[in-house]
């Protein structure tokens, strides 16, 4: 895979040693019910599914539906990238610091017919002031098949201010965002129903 140094951790760069709240061996469950990525509410989302390993490394799957299509019975591109990011963001939500996706990588191995399953495992590389480096590795239809996409990402920590300011009012205002939060389903990472809950999500 061709990263750029944009994603690559600068030598020596340390690799966070794991929350103290983060869960272990268990599923995150959503962030956001509503969430493209994760929510169960979401009627034509990824509805990807993940478990913690170890407090800092995310396994993942997400099934390929006729509405991820881009060539006709093929995984669009863009939803691929999509979840691979959506389970990078997993990784740096159990450090338990807001952050956003800054830059993303995404290399396309193979085609992803509609009905594959991709087995999805990321992990942190490194961390610096605010940036978290993280790389993600998607395997089609076993733990152990072939590689179908890589993806390397630059994630920066912004203040809960930056879902507040730019987010406000669009999440959850129906409450939708309740239901499918990881404290009720699994002592995962928790879901939040806006960016309030963000901020006492991170900072309790
Ligand atoms: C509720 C829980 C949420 C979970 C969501 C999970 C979903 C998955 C994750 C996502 O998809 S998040 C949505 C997509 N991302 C965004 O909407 C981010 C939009 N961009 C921004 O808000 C800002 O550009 C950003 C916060 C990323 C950076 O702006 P800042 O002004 O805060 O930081 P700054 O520009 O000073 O950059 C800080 C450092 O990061 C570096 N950086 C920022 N953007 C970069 C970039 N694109 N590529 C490489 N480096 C980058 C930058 O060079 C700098 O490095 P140094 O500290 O070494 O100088």
């Not at 992990?123 to 395997?139: D, F, I, N, Q």
């Not at 630059?154 to 499918?180: I, K, M, N, Q, Y």
């Amino acid at each position: 895979m061709n990263r750029s140094n944009l994603t690559v951790p600068p030598e020596g760069a340390p690799v966070p040693a794991p929350h103290p709240d983060a869960p272990v061996g268990v599923p995150l469950g959503p962030h956001y019910a509503r969430c493209f990525g994760c929510g169960p509410d979401h009627p034509t989302g990824l509805h990807l599914e993940a478990v913690s390993e170890d407090g800092l490394g995310v396994s993942a799957t997400f099934t390929v539906g006729d509405v991820h299509q881009g060539a006709p019975g093929l995984a669009h591109g863009g939803v691929l990238a999509t979840a691979m990011d959506e389970a990078l963001g997993m990784v740096v939500w159990l450090l338990r610091k807001p952050y956003v996706t800054g830059r993303l990588e995404t290399d396309y191995v193979l085609p992803v017919p509609v009905g594959a399953t991709l087995y999805i495992r990321t992990r942190c590389t490194g961390v610096v002031g605010r940036k978290a480096y993280l790389e993600a590795e998607a395997r089609m239809d076993a733990v152990d098949g072939p590689v179908a996409v890589r993806a390397a990402a630059l994630f920066v920590e912004v203040p809960v201010a930056h879902f507040e300011r730019h987010g406000a009012g669009t999440s959850g205002g129906d409450g939708a965002a309740t239901s499918g939060g990881a404290g009720t389903s699994g002592g995962g990472a928790g879901g939040v129903a806006s960016a309030a809950d963000l901020g006492r999500r991170v900072n309790p």
